[in-house]
């Protein structure tokens, strides 16, 4: 059970990191619209990238803990 426990944490801090990063996100692209800033609007899509990575791996890992427990 403490194997469940230690993959459970693991999943709530990656949860944890992709809202982080989609907080910052949403941050950048109101100010890439206000100000009209193609290069933070670029950095939105580079995160973006890495936000999806996230989400696979999130799904990934939260099927494989129902699976196996």
């Not at 290069?39 to 899509?45: C, H, I, K, P, R």
């Amino acid at each position: 059970m403490r194997h469940f426990a230690l993959e459970l944490e693991d999943l709530h801090q990656r949860l944890l990191q992709m809202g982080g990063l989609v907080e910052s996100v949403i941050r950048k692209s109101v100010r890439a619209l206000a100000d009209r800033d193609k290069s933070v609007a670029e950095q939105v899509f580079q995160d973006e990238e890495r936000i999806n990575q996230l989400e696979m791996e999130i799904d990934n890992m939260g099927t494989r803990l129902l699976a196996l427990h």
